[in-house]
């Protein structure tokens, strides 16, 4: 990608937005916490350890079937502190307005944030509130920030992935970027397709009290499973193998990404999340995870090997095999 | 104010700011980390304290004599942690970018986040980028969040103040907001103005050493030293003097404040501190201020008093009394 502008691809979290990061935030910003590229900072504070976050969402539109942008904002920060083996305790949150917003909308927004706060266990404990003229923003923009403890048996990291380990979605793919869609397109499907939008904390403690069983944890959220098992995959040096047939997939969600002419492996989920596991523990982690009401749909979707080190390979349906990269361009703007 | 939708007003840091936060931000988060109000807050990690702080910038222009968005961002969150007596450690750097914008400008823009991140010892640990469609927002919008830890000789609330207690202002008023008003007009008043943004953890931490000489801290950005006093005089429910003699400002400043009809008193500082210091320290700390390279021209502007519990009484230059009340309106939107 040679423009010299910003395109929306940068904020696509795939292929342009990882140029972004390794040409221009890396070189300038450069240090050995930031360098990791996980969800969450580990960061030393005094004795202890702590996991830091950020995020701006920029959903299009701030309501959607299954949740809202303050909901989706919470959630997302606390995911990240989550897969990264943190017990998030604080969040912020940033506000910026158009002029012009509905009080009577933001206030629903705010009971979003809270809810979502109060089922995450997490406190809203500072915040900003910026306004401006109607036309310089698109309604509301939230950025979360969030802290939490490190869970003490927790080591998570990509490189200690191993060849045979095990991959394991706790859930079903592309609910939350087909029904932002959707409601974005005024498009009747006279389908029930909600976002998935879900605090993940308690699966992720749930699953990480077998020690050493996880690896690594992502939550796949703008790019979809598909950019982050190639992160996964670019982080570990292996390659991995996915099987079409395993991957949870509703068949409302299908319909609708072959209507809209969208891969469902590269639609964004809010309340998902991949698990490298040792295969030994497979089948005891998927069922701690099928116990959680946000991984009743889990699987084992894919393994760990060393044949092609850095890329994703998908056996398919039909019994081919095909390449699956990083998303390229912009599938889906304002996501999330 | 009884708007059913979002003005301007409601981001200017005075007092539609404050009855957005008092009606519905804190009946929905209510939580007692919260409710302290403070430009950070004060959180349990462990067995250690931290302090924890976000700001959104949307400043317009985002380069302006002085300084750019990027700059202004990481000055002010080192700051907020600064007021409330922390050590910044680390901050994270969320962007909303409108497609088009170039990435010459940006570069530029992350160049200074740096730059203001060595300059004031504090670590970019963690990051997102979003982009939205040409005319969804206007070019940047910035979001960090702070992390610092407290020093350890500090204890510092709007609690502490005392009736005679003084009120040190670390320096000339009104250079941030006619800066960027007169860059943002193409105003050509041949002036020299310049943004005071700047790091005050070392000033800070300097004046600091005193034990239990300094009361409280803030610095007076949105809304100016009028806003800030006028927190100050509420959150002690104590009466605050200044005298007009006393308050520094450039007569560059004072000049397009009157060209421009606004009352310096209101205009936003981006490097600038008020502290309010036990009187029989008063002539030392100001010594240690004017020391600091950002405090050459600190000043003691005023005394705490019990005559008039939460209110700002001006002594002005011709012998007369006004009361200086909080930000009504919007002066100046989008100075920060």
Known sequence: MDSKVILLAHGSG???THQLIDDMFMPRLNNAFLNELTDSALLPVGDIKILFTTDAYVVDPPFFPGGDIGKLAVNGTINDLAVCGGKPLYVSLALILEEGFPFEKLD???QSVAEAAREAGVKVVTGDTKVVGHGSADKI???TSGIAVLHPYTSLSPKNIRPGDKIILSGSIGDHGIAVMLEREGLELKSNITSDTAPLHKMAEEIMQEPSAIRFMRDPTRGGIA???NEIALQSQLGITIYETAIPIKSEVAGASEILGLDPLYIANEGKLIAIVDPTHAD???SIMQRNRYGRDAAIIGTITDD???K????TRIGGSRIVDMLAGEQLPRIC
Do not use: S
Request: proline share 5%; hydrophobic share 60%; charged share 10%.
């Open 108 to 110: 629903v927004i705010i």
């Open 312 to 315: 994703v390979i998908l056996k």
């Open 141 to 143: 923009f939230i950025t």
């Open 227 to 229: 950019t982050t098992l």
């Open 14 to 16: 795939g292929k342009a």
């Open 308 to 310: 092609f080190p850095g």
């Open 284 to 286: 005891n982690i998927l």
